[in-house]
């Protein structure tokens, strides 16, 4: 006979594996309950045949378990304090998969599919937080001034968050918060879950450690790449987030015209993008082949949201957006030497009013800045790579005609080899062109053909006479608007829904800063603008000279561009926004090795936040009422 003492471990193993089976079997069929095509027996059968499968599956696996979980040496794990760091990771790791698990349960809303969501969630973001605390403890050790900055901007992050989506659920016709939540049953799912992933952890970390694996990690690119990067990685992140609480509203379905807000084409992008009806609907040329190259990026995103199109391009948006965060950050960081002064200008860049709100909103602009944004930082690396400049520059000039001139800019700035540029210039024309043609095989009559001088009439309507009042509207266009978004202009005209500007060429109106708080963020703002052109002036032979001067002459072209061309010119602001944000940083590198400085442009981060959350109420407000 078997002896208790023996007995009692095949009888735990038993008793767990049952467990886990049936949980799992009754996950699995719980969804088939409600077929009333099914009797009594049929969903006597879809539980207890799979849960005895699974029960001999798991019985047997426990041993191989057993041994792997050997290599724990728990003893060791308390003396050294290590199990505090696990628990700690696997507590903060909790809270984004509690929200990630949530918004994918959105498209696969089985318990099952629920439970192995927040599995993996729970797993992924637990390794990162693990791995994360270890390298915030040498940093508060060798620099805690520069964590406590850090930490601050990351918290102001988080807070935006929160203070969106309270704000959101004040107008449920615009803002489903449940879709950013786990409900009922999907709560016990997403616990179990946590619970079960605690012991998989461990061994994780664990196997981690080993040094044959170690050392593939250390010797991995991209491992590295995430290691060198962390805190910028960090940062887009937690904007990518935020981007995407945004996009839920700005395009939200019922928004089914164009020019609600700023002008902007947010309802024939999203049509375009997530629909078969593809045809440009006011037939312009100018963005060549910004179906070819977004429209299977929406497809391949939707693949992992169950097919849903909308939001895997609202998703593509936000990821465009973070991506100008991270860029930002890098290219500042290889300016100014210092991670805590490149993520104050990487989250100046995210929490303008420009990227906030064509981070969010489904158009063509945000994606031209990311490709600007990483030509400058392939600039600054100095890489020579021709095809891989030549892919930027026709993703760049195919998404928008004129944006090419900036890459060329850039390049110029960089190496003004004449030679080297007509390659470049000529292989990126060549290849638009050719995709062009490529493009209205897959998408026939989508627009008309840019190289066609007759196609370009659509554009004359945006053509405006210069004068004054335009003059105005410029310098608080590229200075103030692009920033601190002032009191937006609304007004009934065409469209069955209110419309937002911050200027009206039709009748020379301008937006003002008319509250208390928008009165002090725009004094506050123009006393950092004069700083950065004094120490601008002061300093200008310790800048980056080819870099400095290429973004000047960026924001140059579209000043020149807009002195003329466009009914609103916030719509344009992504354009300029990026190497505004990138010369201000320049201009203040000696200011921002100051830790006071730091301090204070930080504290006027939190009261930008406070200023353009402001304009995102009053779209709520204003536009609530027409949703039905």
């Not at 059968?45 to 799979?50: D, M």
């Amino acid at each position: 006979m078997i002896s208790m003492k023996r007995r009692a471990p095949l009888i735990l193993k038993f008793l767990l594996a049952t467990t886990i089976g049936l949980i799992l079997a009754l996950a699995f069929a719980f969804p088939y309950f409600a077929n009333t095509t099914y009797t009594l027996l049929d969903k006597f059968a879809l539980v207890a045949v799979p849960a005895f499968s699974l029960i001999c599956v798991f019985y047997y696996f426990f041993p191989y378990v057993e041994k792997e979980m050997k290599r724990i040496d728990l003893p060791e794990t308390i003396r050294a304090k290590k199990h505090y760091r696990l628990l700690l990771a696997w507590s903060l790791g909790g809270v984004p998969s509690f929200f990630v698990t949530a918004f994918f349960s959105n498209f696969y809303s089985d318990l099952y599919q629920v439970f192995f969501l927040a599995f993996f969630s729970f797993l992924t973001f637990d390794v990162l937080f693990y791995y994360a605390i270890g390298r915030l403890k040498r940093f508060t050790q060798t620099s805690p001034a520069d964590f406590w900055i850090a930490s601050f901007l990351f918290a102001l992050i988080i807070a935006f968050q929160i203070m969106f989506f309270r704000m959101g659920i004040q107008f449920p016709e615009l803002f489903n918060a449940d879709f950013f939540l786990l409900m009922g049953r999907e709560v016990v799912a997403f616990i179990f879950a946590g619970v079960v992933s605690l012991p998989f952890l461990a061994w994780i970390l664990c196997r981690l450690k080993e040094p044959d694996l170690y050392r593939i990690i250390a010797q991995n690119k991209f491992a590295n790449f995430v290691r060198e990067n962390l805190s910028g990685l960090t940062l887009s992140a937690l904007f990518f987030g935020l981007y995407i609480l945004i996009g839920s509203v700005l395009n939200h379905p019922r928004f089914d015209v164009d020019d609600i807000f700023f002008d902007s084409d947010g309802f024939i992008w999203r049509y375009r993008l997530t629909t078969e009806h593809w045809q440009d609907f006011y037939w312009r040329s100018v963005h060549p082949l910004a179906l070819l190259i977004l429209r299977p990026l929406v497809n391949f995103i939707s693949m992992f949201l169950n097919g849903d199109l909308p939001f895997a391009a609202i998703i593509l948006t936000a990821f465009a957006g973070a991506a100008c965060v991270f860029l930002a950050w890098m290219f500042m960081k290889g300016v100014l030497e210092n991670e805590p002064s490149a993520l104050i200008m990487a989250s100046l860049l995210g929490l303008s009013a420009s990227h906030l709100f064509f981070g969010s909103l489904i158009e063509t602009y945000i994606f031209l800045a990311a490709a600007t944004l990483l030509f400058f930082v392939l600039m600054q690396k100095k890489n020579q790579s021709l095809p891989l400049l030549i892919s930027v520059g026709v993703a760049t000039m195919g998404i928008t005609l004129t944006n090419f001139a900036q890459t060329a800019i850039a390049m110029f700035g960089a190496k003004p080899d004449i030679k080297f540029m007509f390659k470049y210039a000529f292989a990126v024309i060549a290849l638009v062109v050719s995709l062009t043609l490529v493009s209205n095989v897959l998408y026939p009559n989508a627009a008309p053909y840019f190289f066609v001088p007759s196609s370009f009439r659509a554009e004359e309507q945006n053509v405006r006479a210069i004068s004054m009042n335009r003059a105005q509207a410029l310098i608080r266009a590229f200075a103030f608007n692009n920033i601190a978004a002032p009191t937006p202009l609304m007004a009934h005209k065409d469209i069955p829904f209110t419309q937002f500007r911050f200027y009206r060429a039709e009748d020379y109106k301008l937006s003002r800063y008319s509250t208390p708080l928008q009165s002090a963020v725009e004094r506050i703002w123009f006393a950092f603008l004069i700083s950065a052109a004094i120490f601008f002036v002061k300093d200008f032979k310790s800048h980056p000279l080819s870099l400095t001067l290429s973004l000047i002459g960026c924001v140059l072209l579209n000043l020149m561009i807009h002195l003329r061309y466009g009914k609103e010119l916030f719509l344009y602001s992504p354009n300029w926004t990026y190497a505004v944000v990138l010369l201000l940083g320049i201009s203040w590198k000696s200011l921002l090795q100051y830790k006071w400085f730091q301090i204070a442009l930080s504290a006027f981060l939190l009261l930008l936040i406070l200023n353009n959350i402001e304009l995102f109420r009053a779209i709520m407000q204003v536009s609530a009422p027409y949703i039905k």
